[in-house]
């Protein structure tokens, strides 16, 4: 079956503007996440949504930063005002359900360069 | 708070060498414990997990055992092939979310 797809696969802006990314998750699983892969800093968890809970937004590095996910299913992340640290590649992540044994499969990934 | 670290890369190795990658946790209680691989130009893939202490995860050949003893999970294969080359990410769970280590990239040469 189809994996989790993101998109766009690479976007460039200018500092200052706002990006949107969208990730699609694997038909039928109820929690999806989204992490930063950057070189200075590794693979960061930025957000998670499970089912109809409210989101752990605890990895989110700014209030720039904010994602919704709707219907359950597709989610955008939201970036306003970018900087150039804001250049990494951002990975989506999906899995049954949230749970500490579950296995999240990833994306592809949007890579973003902030000029 | 929880952490992983790994061994630092690269590590280069001859084909058909062993292979291990050191992986140890800092956690509260005990997580779940995984083992990612990023092939060059892809993207992350599980290869292996272990779920509770003593469990041994598998996968391709490769090997990882949950040590609570020594809180590692360091990953083994017996004999390398130039298609293991990738970063490999030893990873926790904490409460849903992934903790990844830094990465260890692999290069093995024919």
């Known amino acids: 079956g189809a994996g989790v797809s993101q998109s766009p696969s690479n976007k460039v802006t200018e500092k200052g503007k706002d990006v949107e990314l969208r990730c699609d998750p694997i038909?039928?699983?109820?929690?999806l996440y989204w992490y930063r892969q950057s070189l200075g800093q590794g693979l960061e968890f930025l957000i998670y949504?499970?089912?109809?809970?409210?989101?752990?937004k605890s990895g989110l590095p700014s209030d720039r930063f904010s994602a919704e996910r709707t219907g359950g299913s597709v989610s955008t992340l939201t970036i306003q005002r970018t900087q150039q640290e804001d250049s990494a590649v951002y990975l989506c992540?999906?899995?049954?359900?949230?749970?500490?044994?579950?296995?999240?499969?990833f994306g592809p990934g949007t890579r973003l360069l902030v000029l | 708070g929880n952490s992983v670290t790994q061994m630092e890369g690269p590590v280069t190795l001859s084909e058909e060498a062993f292979l291990t990658i050191n992986c140890t946790y800092t956690a509260t209680g005990y997580p779940s414990l995984f083992w990612y691989v990023q092939y060059p130009g892809e993207g992350l893939q599980l290869l292996l997990k272990a779920t509770k202490a003593d469990d041994k995860g598998s996968n391709k050949g490769f090997e990882a055992t949950y040590r609570k003893e020594t809180t590692s999970f360091h990953l083994e294969k017996g004999s390398v092939q130039v298609s293991d080359s990738a970063v490999y990410f030893c990873a926790l769970n904490q409460g849903g979310k992934l903790i990844f280590g830094q990465g260890t990239e692999l290069s093995v040469k024919p």
């Open positions: 949504f499970q089912g109809n809970s409210a989101p752990d």
């Open positions: 038909s039928g699983h109820t929690a």
């Open positions: 992540a999906s899995s049954l359900v949230s749970g500490g044994e579950e296995t999240q499969y």
